[in-house]
C-alpha cells in the first residue's frame, strides 16, 4: 500500500530534550515536505526537500533540522524543543514537476504527529 | 495580507444543497492549485487538483480556477453529512518547493 508513515503518532516531552520524528514514504517520490498545523493559523510549511541531500526552508524553519541522506525517508529534528512548538506535525511527499515549469502533483500525507512539549 | 485566503466560515448547508467554497491567492505565477479535505483529528487527504483556467468536474466536486483573477473555488452539489470536515485551499508557487494553505473552511452539512 502506498503510504506515507509517521512516527510516533503522539509525543509528550519536556522542554529542550532533543527529539527526532521520522517520516517515510514508500513511493518513489523526489518530494518531501513538514508541516505544522495549530488552531486560527492553518497548516505551515517548516522544511522541504526537493530531492536527496537538498533540503529548503519553508515559512517557519526556527528551532527545526531536517537531514535527507535516502529518498524514502525526511526525519524532523527538534534540537531543543520549546512550548510554542507545541503542534500537530505532518509529514508529506509528492511527485515534482518534470522539467522547467511543470505541475505540482498532489500531497500525500502521513498520519500525523501531535506533539506536546512541557 | 495572506498568501491564500479562504473564505472565512464555518459553513452550514442542509443536505441536498451545494456548498460553494473560495480561495484566493496572491502570487500571480502560481501554478499548481489543490483542494484537500481534512477530518478533525486526520491528515488531509486531496480532493481536487487543477491547474489550467476553467472547471474541472469529478463527481459531485467541481474546481473552478480563474488565474486573472487569482481566484480558485470548489463547488460541491448535492451535499451529503459526510462532506463535513475541513477544507483547505493549497495553492504551489513559482517555486515548486513552497506549498502554500489556506486557513481552511470548516463545512458541516446538515440532514
Known amino acids: 500500500e502506498a503510504q506515507v508513515t509517521q512516527n510516533p503518532r503522539y509525543l509528550i516531552t519536556v522542554t529542550g530534550k532533543k527529539l527526532t520524528v521520522t517520516c517515510s514514504q514508500n513511493m518513489n517520490h523526489e518530494y518531501m515536505s513538514w508541516y505544522r498545523q495549530d488552531p486560527g493559523l492553518g497548516l505551515r510549511q517548516i522544511y522541504y526537500?526537493?530531492?536527496?541531500?537538498?533540503?529548503d526552508k519553508g515559512d517557519v524553519p526556527e528551532g527545526y533540522k531536517v537531514s535527507r541522506k535516502e529518498k524514502r525517508n525526511f526525519p524532523l529534528i527538534l534540537e531543543s524543543p520549546s512550548p510554542n512548538q507545541t503542534s500537530l506535525y505532518f509529514c508529506a511527499s509528492s511527485r515534482i514537476p518534470v522539467g522547467t515549469g511543470g505541475y505540482n502533483s498532489p500531497l500525500h500525507f502521513g498520519n500525523g504527529t501531535r506533539l506536546t512539549v512541557t | 495580507q495572506k498568501e491564500v485566503e479562504q473564505n472565512s466560515g464555518p459553513l452550514s448547508v442542509p443536505e441536498g444543497a451545494i456548498a460553494s467554497l473560495n480561495c484566493t491567492y496572491s502570487?500571480?505565477?502560481?501554478?499548481?492549485f489543490f483542494w484537500y479535505r481534512q477530518y478533525s483529528g486526520k491528515s488531509p487527504e486531496l480532493i481536487m487538483s487543477i491547474y489550467s483556467n476553467g472547471d474541472k468536474e469529478d463527481g459531485r466536486f467541481t474546481a473552478q480556477l480563474n488565474k486573472a483573477s487569482q481566484y480558485v473555488s470548489l463547488l460541491i452539489r448535492d451535499s451529503q453529512p459526510s462532506d463535513s470536515a475541513t477544507y483547505l485551499c493549497?495553492?504551489?508557487?513559482?517555486?515548486?518547493?513552497?506549498?502554500?494553505f489556506g486557513d481552511g473552511t470548516t463545512l458541516t452539512v446538515k440532514p
Open positions: 502570487d500571480r505565477g502560481s501554478q499548481s
Open positions: 493549497a495553492v504551489t508557487s513559482t517555486n515548486a518547493g513552497k506549498s502554500t
Open positions: 526537500s526537493m530531492n536527496v541531500e537538498v533540503t
